[in-house]
């Protein structure tokens, strides 16, 4: 009998086909709530997750034959990790197929928030330009700014090489200092948090969501920041506090922010959603053709690998 493979949403069709070719399998095409798919998921060998499927104790426990969860996307702070490894399952993610994307992303919202293009747009689009004037929608400069990035990994490290075509000196923040030939190539140096908070002309997150990561920027953290400066979240939307951020961009503790994610997403704080000083995305970090499947590829052949024995190509654990 041909092992059984769960999809929780549409994926790009190359990945489809390929999983099709030696699988069975089933697709669903709403979201899944931890109870259902508990119930759900127990005939299967290998499920292709998202970020928004719980995949919790509960869930695993109810799969006595799964064998891989490969989730779309590179996080994975939607699976019991513990658990999955107790019960000898491999976990897969979609590092670097993403990097560059979500890096363009950023840039994106950096842009937005230094030049005010949504409140810019939105003027037109309510008639409401009625020519150049010398003091509409005012922004900010950014070359040669200071660039400051939480967490220099992958699509940070890109980032920041965005960073050289305005001559921006950057600053950084982790758990680990990175080697002197990285700082060397990207004009990074290694800070103390308070001090990336305190110094930053621009300030975005690239780190995974962990109990210690959680809420790292509040209220604290926002008054420290500087008045001009700009705070950019495509990473994960517990990293901020989001009343915090609301309460920073009210009272002009901060520019502006540009946001991917979100807290509670993909509910979003209604007073935030009524500041013009805030660009609002909706989680489109990887959100490119090329990119969308180059990540649906990469999780079937994880799921293939594991199903075949072998080691999939990016586990986030290993067994």
């Known amino acids: 009998m041909a092992p059984r493979v769960l999809l929780t949403s549409p994926i790009p069709d190359a990945a489809v086909r390929l999983l099709s070719k030696k699988d069975k399998v089933d697709r669903v095409d709403h979201p899944l709530s931890e109870k259902t ?4 998921i127990r005939p299967y060998d290998a499920i292709l997750s998202t970020l928004a499927d719980p995949i919790t104790a509960l869930v695993l426990k109810a799969a006595p034959r799964l064998r891989c ?31 560059e994307a979500t890096a363009d992303l950023t840039w994106s919202l950096l842009l937005s928030c230094a030049r005010r293009v949504p409140e810019g747009e939105a003027l037109v689009r309510k008639g409401e330009f009625k020519g150049w004037h010398p003091r509409m929608l005012l922004g900010v400069d950014l070359l040669g700014k200071t660039l400051g990035i939480y ?10 090489q965005r960073g050289k075509g305005w001559g921006m ?9 990175e080697t002197s030939r990285v700082e060397r190539e990207l004009n990074a140096r290694y800070v103390p948090f308070q001090e990336l908070v305190r110094r930053s002309d621009i300030l975005t997150l690239h ?30 939307g517990p990293l901020h506090d989001e009343r915090g951020l609301i309460e920073a961009l009210e009272k002009g503790w901060i520019f502006s922010a540009g946001l991917d994610v979100y807290e509670f997403e993909p509910r979003i704080e209604k007073r935030l959603l009524r500041l013009p000083n805030c660009t609002l995305l909706p989680h489109l970090g ?10 649906a590829v990469l999780a079937a052949e994880n799921i293939l690998l594991a199903l075949a024995g072998k080691r999939p ?7």
């Open 169 to 177: 000196k950057v600053l950084y923040h982790q758990r680990k200092r």
């Open 69 to 99: 969860v490969a989730n779309y996307a590179v996080g994975f702070n939607n699976i019991d990790l513990k658990t999955a490894q107790a019960s000898r399952i491999w976990v897969t993610n979609t590092p670097d197929v993403l990097t």
């Open 37 to 40: 798919l508990a119930a759900l």
């Open 286 to 295: 990887s959100a490119t053709i090329e990119t969308r499947d180059r990540m």
């Open 313 to 319: 190509q990016t586990p986030v654990f290993e067994l």
């Open 207 to 236: 780190t995974p969501l962990t109990p210690e990561t959680r809420h790292r920027f509040g209220r604290r953290e926002f008054k420290a920041m500087k008045p001009t400066a700009i705070f950019l979240n495509a990473s994960r």
């Open 151 to 160: 967490g220099l990994g992958r699509i940070g490290k890109a980032v920041a």
